[in-house]
């Protein structure tokens, strides 16, 4: 079965913008469905962005117009850009590809 590793999370201030990427132990050839979920302390797991099907994209209101969903190669199918980021955005992100198993998540913190 594949696997999924998150990078790229990391410390930023508010306003700032991070890049989070997608490790894949498998080949993935479709982004329909794939995406970013996010899990803040005490909070459920929420859905951030994903691919519909012929690519359309989907972004939960609280992210829209601050963060971009993008595919990537097979190996590394998904990426998340996030800017104007804000202390709310902090979580551990996590990459959804459809079969695959849940990772570890990456933390993305934002403070001052």
């Known amino acids: 079965q594949v696997q999924v590793v998150e990078s790229g999370g990391g410390l930023v201030q508010p306003g700032g913008s991070l890049r989070i990427s997608c490790a894949a132990s498998g080949s993935i050839f479709s982004i329909d469905g794939m995406g970013w979920y996010r899990q803040a302390p005490g909070k459920q797991r929420e859905l951030v962005a994903r691919?519909?099907?012929?690519?359309?994209?989907y972004y939960a209101d609280s992210v829209k117009g601050r963060f971009t969903i993008s595919s990537g190669s097979a190996k590394n199918p998904v990426f998340l850009q996030m800017n104007s980021l804000k202390p709310e955005d902090t979580a551990v992100y996590y990459c959804y590809v459809p079969g695959a198993l849940w990772g570890q998540g990456t933390q993305v913190t934002v403070s001052s």
């Open positions: 691919f519909g099907s012929g690519g359309n994209t």
